[in-house]
């Protein structure tokens, strides 16, 4: 039902940089706020990004957000091994003909 | 702290109805500015956003779920509740609460949970 598409896996090795993808339409991240969440396995997901671009307390500035059209990415710089995690983007979608709120498909980020 | 912790049972029969009730702490469900929201994730799949509550009793369901959901709040207990009718194997997933944001900024909107609860499996199996 995901109408925000992500890759299915990024990796890279400790201190690189890893950028992830989120694909939308007019009517989701063309138009609205697109938000990011960090899972760690066997927990419940965390706000990472909010607002595009906007990082919550407590967030290291190595991860950050931005949004050019229906489109959007994360970017983790200076990789480490407590990042690998899965990574899902989600934005309000103005379409009468689906949910209201969509999630991405989902990235499962490997630090090699 | 906010915190929020599902509760109700891990084993439902098909054609069932599923239960869960979230409890809300050092937070009131009756403040104005939230959406007490439920979201469920597959085992091994992504996230699925099923609805929400203000806590006026107004919702929005998933289209998907709507003719089986009904999410409800109970003021006096602090507590928000799930139901989920005629239940089948689809529906076994983690069943995450969540409190939910809006923030509307002339015709843009942003909708995002900033608390969520630990989560629980709900199995439907004969």
Same mark, same amino acid.
């Given at each position: 039902?995901? %109408?925000? !598409? ?10 690189? &940089?890893? !950028? ?21 396995? =066997? ?18 500035? &190595?991860?950050? =957000?931005?949004?050019? =059209? !229906? ?30 709120? %969509? ?5 499962? %980020? !490997? %630090?090699? | ?13 098909? *054609? ?13 469900? *009756?403040?104005? *500015? $939230? $959406?007490?929201?439920?979201? #469920? ?19 929005? $369901? ?8 009904? /999410? ?23 069943? $995450?609460?969540? #409190?939910?944001?809006?923030? /509307?900024?002339?015709?843009? #909107? ?17």
């Amino acid at each position: 039902q995901s %109408v925000l !598409t992500q890759p299915p896996s990024a990796s890279g090795t400790p201190g690189q &940089r890893v !950028t992830i993808s989120c694909s939308g339409s007019s009517s989701n991240i063309g138009s609205n706020y697109v938000y990011w969440y960090q899972q760690l396995p =066997g927990t419940a997901p965390k706000l990472l990004i909010y607002r595009n671009n906007q990082r919550p307390s407590g967030v290291p500035d &190595r991860f950050s =957000g931005s949004k050019s =059209g !229906t489109s959007a990415s994360l970017a983790i710089s200076g990789l480490r091994s407590e990042d690998e995690a899965d990574y899902y983007c989600a934005a309000w979608d103005d379409s009468l003909s689906g949910p209201p709120y %969509v999630f991405g498909t989902g990235t499962k %980020v !490997t %630090v090699l | 702290q906010v915190q929020l912790q599902e509760s109700g049972p891990g084993l439902v029969k098909p *054609s069932e109805t599923l239960s869960l009730t979230c409890t809300v702490s050092g937070g009131s469900v *009756s403040s104005g *500015s $939230y $959406y007490w929201s439920w979201i #469920r994730q597959p085992p091994g799949k992504g996230l699925e956003w099923i609805g929400y509550i203000y806590y006026s009793g107004s919702t929005n $369901y998933n289209p998907s779920l709507k003719s089986r959901v009904t /999410i409800s709040v109970d003021t006096s207990k602090n507590q928000f509740s799930l139901k989920l009718s005629s239940v089948t194997a689809a529906d076994t997933a983690v069943y $995450y609460c969540a #409190r939910g944001l809006f923030t /509307i900024f002339g015709v843009v #909107r942003g909708y995002y949970f900033d608390y969520w609860g630990q989560g629980t499996l709900v199995t439907v199996s004969s």
